[in-house]
């Protein structure tokens, strides 16, 4: 037995797997093609990933963590006067991330697309991770009196993600060429904005 074979972790695998998604495109990759990068027979990979879709959502869930998550989490972790704003700052960054790798990593986007459809579980996980962090951002400005609780913070952060889903949503992706996108943001943010801000009066 090689010690690729004996060793083999499961960040090698989705290393591996996320290189020959990028070579062959998830639909046309399959576990042998990865098995091949590594020099191991696919039998090793199975012991780690019991089938093809569980490695996809593996390599999926880390990609939408490193590449999502963590770069919204400094914006988040960014000490801010104005928490109303800095919360524009962070939808329209995680837009713009979405945008980002929609155009320059199409095909790693496109097996999120496909996983968003197939693994419910892990995409739910993805969007607890955005609430999350805009709850926090929500929180930061209820506590400047700069947002008024109108409803508990998780349920403000949920609706939010879901007022602006047609911007971050990959269902959505063929929208977001439209010479109009970013207008039509910003329009929308005004109301939520509104609908959000904390009367100056009270």
Known sequence: MSKSSSFLSKTEIMDAAEQTLRRFGPDKTSVTDVAKLLGVSHGTLYRHF????????????????EQIVVPLEQIVKAPADNALAQLKVYI???IELKRHYAQQDSEMFKMYT?????????????????????GILI???????????????????????H?????????????????????????????LEHGLAASQHS
């Open 139 to 161: 929180a930061r400005g209820i506590q400047q009196k700069r947002i008024a609780q109108r409803a508990e913070t998780k349920s403000l952060a949920r609706s939010l993600f």
């Open 92 to 94: 329209a960054r995680l």
């Open 50 to 65: 019991p089938s093809k879709a569980a490695l996809r959502e593996a390599v999926t869930e880390r990609w939408l963590e």
């Open 114 to 134: 496909d996983v968003t459809m197939e693994a419910a579980e892990l995409i739910e996980v993805h969007i607890q991770r955005i609430v999350e962090q805009m």
């Open 163 to 191: 007022a602006t889903l047609r911007f971050h949503h990959p269902a959505h992706a063929h929208e977001w060429r439209s010479v109009s996108i970013d207008q039509e943001f910003e329009q929308l943010w005004l109301l």
